[in-house]
Nanobody, 124 residues
Framework: QVQLVESGGGLVQAGGSLRLSCVASARTTSNNAMGWFRRAPGEEREFVASISWNSGITNYADSVKGRFAISRDNAKNTVYLQMNSLKPEDTAIYYC?????????????????WGQGTQVTVSS
């Protein structure tokens, strides 16, 4: 069983930045793609970004392209989400997820393990 623990959320003003971290309990995630998803109040959970096992391929939702950056450090079993130029509509609970394999993507069914989430609130 892999446990994922997110951190780095908080309250920030519009235009500000936050860096989310997700630490995995098992080294096996080094061979797996990782992703970030979010759920805004009253909305369905949606894809934010994903990264392949070797960081060679990254994908982003159109709403965050150019503002967010996903990265990973396999030696630390950690994946990051750097969020810049934050907007009030970015307010959500952000979830880290480990994929079933090495291929990354936006389909939630590709992901087997999920963290508990970290709250990000952007004030206007």
């Amino acid at each position: 069983q892999v446990q994922l623990v997110e951190s780095g959320g908080g309250l920030v003003q519009a235009g500000g930045s936050l860096r989310l971290s997700c630490v995995a309990s098992a080294r096996t995630t080094s061979n797996n793609a990782m992703g970030w998803f979010r759920r805004a109040p009253g909305e369905e959970r949606e894809f934010v970004a994903s990264i392949s096992w070797n960081s060679g391929i990254t994908n982003y939702a159109d709403s965050v392209k150019g503002r967010f950056a996903i990265s990973r450090d396999n030696a630390k079993n950690t994946v990051y989400l750097q969020m810049n130029s934050l907007k009030p509509e970015d307010t959500a609970i952000y979830y880290c997820a480990a994929a079933r394999g090495a291929v990354s993507g936006s389909d939630q069914s590709m992901y087997r393990y999920w963290g508990q989430g970290t709250q990000v609130t952007v004030s206007s």
